[in-house]
Protein backbone atom coordinates (compact mmCIF):
# COMPACT_ATOMS: atom_id res chain seq x y z
CA UNK A 1 0.00 0.00 0.00
CA UNK A 2 1.25 3.24 -0.94
CA UNK A 3 2.21 6.07 1.77
CA UNK A 4 0.58 8.73 2.97
CA UNK A 5 2.11 11.57 1.50
CA UNK A 6 2.63 9.87 -1.88
CA UNK A 7 -1.25 9.30 -1.91
CA UNK A 8 -1.95 12.82 -1.08
CA UNK A 9 0.44 13.90 -4.04
CA UNK A 10 -1.58 11.60 -5.92
CA UNK A 11 -4.63 13.53 -5.15
CA UNK A 12 -3.08 16.92 -4.97
CA UNK A 13 -1.95 16.38 -8.52
CA UNK A 14 -5.18 14.91 -9.65
CA UNK A 15 -6.87 18.25 -9.18
CA UNK A 16 -4.37 20.31 -10.21
CA UNK A 17 -5.01 18.01 -13.53
CA UNK A 18 -8.37 18.58 -13.59
CA UNK A 19 -8.65 22.11 -12.24
CA UNK A 20 -5.77 23.86 -13.74
CA UNK A 21 -3.84 24.47 -10.33
CA UNK A 22 -3.43 22.76 -7.41
CA UNK A 23 -6.11 23.96 -4.71
CA UNK A 24 -5.04 24.86 -0.64
CA UNK A 25 -6.94 22.81 1.64
CA UNK A 26 -9.63 25.56 2.36
CA UNK A 27 -10.39 25.30 -1.80
CA UNK A 28 -10.44 21.38 -1.57
CA UNK A 29 -13.12 22.22 0.89
CA UNK A 30 -14.96 24.63 -0.71
CA UNK A 31 -14.97 22.60 -3.76
CA UNK A 32 -16.08 19.17 -1.77
CA UNK A 33 -19.31 22.02 -0.11
CA UNK A 34 -20.42 22.65 -3.42
CA UNK A 35 -20.76 18.92 -4.77
CA UNK A 36 -22.59 18.04 -1.85
CA UNK A 37 -24.94 20.96 -2.05
CA UNK A 38 -25.22 20.09 -5.66
CA UNK A 39 -25.42 23.52 -6.94
CA UNK A 40 -22.77 24.87 -9.82
CA UNK A 41 -19.69 26.54 -8.70
CA UNK A 42 -20.12 29.80 -10.77
CA UNK A 43 -23.21 30.67 -8.46
CA UNK A 44 -21.86 33.88 -5.95
CA UNK A 45 -22.08 33.34 -2.57
CA UNK A 46 -21.77 35.24 0.38
CA UNK A 47 -18.57 34.99 2.60
CA UNK A 48 -21.29 33.19 5.50
CA UNK A 49 -22.20 30.44 2.43
CA UNK A 50 -18.58 29.97 1.53
CA UNK A 51 -17.69 28.78 5.33
CA UNK A 52 -21.09 27.22 5.32
CA UNK A 53 -19.87 25.22 2.16
CA UNK A 54 -16.57 24.31 3.95
CA UNK A 55 -18.83 23.16 7.00
CA UNK A 56 -20.57 20.66 5.08
CA UNK A 57 -17.63 19.58 3.63
CA UNK A 58 -15.84 18.84 7.32
CA UNK A 59 -19.17 17.31 8.22
CA UNK A 60 -19.03 14.76 4.90
CA UNK A 61 -15.45 14.19 4.93
CA UNK A 62 -16.12 13.26 8.63
CA UNK A 63 -19.03 11.50 8.58
CA UNK A 64 -16.91 8.79 6.07
CA UNK A 65 -15.09 8.34 10.09
CA UNK A 66 -18.45 8.16 11.90
CA UNK A 67 -17.97 11.39 13.48
CA UNK A 68 -20.99 13.00 11.43
CA UNK A 69 -24.49 11.54 10.40
CA UNK A 70 -26.41 13.28 7.65
CA UNK A 71 -30.01 14.78 8.69
CA UNK A 72 -31.19 16.22 5.24
CA UNK A 73 -31.70 18.77 3.72
CA UNK A 74 -33.47 22.37 4.81
CA UNK A 75 -36.19 23.99 2.42
CA UNK A 76 -33.02 25.35 0.05
CA UNK A 77 -31.50 22.00 0.11
CA UNK A 78 -28.92 22.72 2.18
CA UNK A 79 -27.63 19.31 3.79
CA UNK A 80 -27.32 19.34 7.79
CA UNK A 81 -25.51 16.84 10.20
CA UNK A 82 -25.32 16.04 13.77
CA UNK A 83 -22.18 14.61 15.15
CA UNK A 84 -22.28 11.44 16.73
CA UNK A 85 -18.93 11.07 18.11
CA UNK A 86 -16.87 13.52 19.10
CA UNK A 87 -13.44 13.89 17.01
CA UNK A 88 -10.34 13.10 19.47
CA UNK A 89 -6.79 14.99 17.82
CA UNK A 90 -4.69 16.47 19.13
CA UNK A 91 -2.85 19.58 17.46
CA UNK A 92 -3.35 21.59 14.18
CA UNK A 93 -0.74 18.63 12.59
CA UNK A 94 -3.21 15.82 13.40
CA UNK A 95 -6.44 17.66 12.29
CA UNK A 96 -5.01 18.70 8.90
CA UNK A 97 -3.87 14.66 8.56
CA UNK A 98 -7.19 13.54 9.15
CA UNK A 99 -8.48 15.97 6.78
CA UNK A 100 -6.32 14.66 4.44
CA UNK A 101 -6.90 10.98 4.71
CA UNK A 102 -10.70 11.55 4.47
CA UNK A 103 -10.13 14.03 1.42
CA UNK A 104 -7.94 11.29 -0.40
CA UNK A 105 -10.94 8.73 0.68
CA UNK A 106 -13.56 11.29 -1.06
CA UNK A 107 -11.48 11.73 -4.32
CA UNK A 108 -10.80 7.87 -4.26
CA UNK A 109 -14.82 7.52 -4.58
CA UNK A 110 -14.90 9.91 -7.64
CA UNK A 111 -17.50 11.80 -6.39
CA UNK A 112 -16.68 15.26 -7.85
CA UNK A 113 -18.93 15.33 -11.38
Same mark, same amino acid.
Given at each position: ?5 ? !? ?12 ? *? ?16 ? !????? *? ?9 ? #??? @? ?7 ? %? %? ?10 ? #?? @???? #? @??? *? ?8 ? *?????? %? ?7
Amino acid at each position: MENFEQ !RWLDTENNLSARFG *KTPDMEAILFLIGVNELG !RLPRV *KFSKEQKQDLM #HIA @VCTLLSQLG %Y %YEALGRDEDGWP #HF @VEVA #H @VEV *KGLGEQERLL *KECVIR %YFDNDVIA
